[in-house]
């Protein structure tokens, strides 16, 4: 019966190495996947907005593609007399 009095008194002490056990785990992974890729670069400084710009539709649906989109001339077939 002993067994189940310990129980209570030592789940929190429990849950803590876990997490802590967890936690390094996690670290150790981190590392390992920063070390393999090495530093990143912030390309952010780039892609920062212009205030001076108004917010356009067309720059929210399509914001890769720099300055105003060109349409072509279409042709006119019809015949003109």
Same mark, same amino acid.
């Given at each position: 019966?002993?067994?189940?009095?310990?129980?209570? #008194?030592? *789940? #929190?002490? *429990?849950?803590?190495?876990?997490?802590?056990?967890?936690?390094?785990?996690?670290?150790?992974?981190?590392?390992?996947? @920063?070390?393999?890729?090495?530093?990143?670069?912030?390309?952010?400084?780039?892609?920062? @907005?212009?205030?001076?710009?108004?917010?356009? @539709?067309?720059? @929210?649906? !399509?914001? !890769?593609?720099?300055?105003? *989109?060109?349409?072509?001339? *279409?042709? !006119?077939?019809?015949?003109?007399?």
């Amino acid at each position: 019966m002993g067994i189940h009095y310990d129980y209570k #008194s030592t *789940k #929190s002490a *429990k849950l803590m190495e876990k997490q802590a056990k967890r936690e390094k785990k996690l670290a150790e992974k981190k590392a390992k996947r @920063l070390a393999k890729e090495g530093p990143k670069k912030d390309d952010n400084k780039d892609k920062a @907005l212009d205030a001076s710009k108004p917010i356009t @539709l067309d720059f @929210l649906t !399509n914001p !890769n593609k720099e300055g105003k *989109k060109k349409f072509k001339k *279409k042709k !006119n077939f019809s015949k003109k007399k």
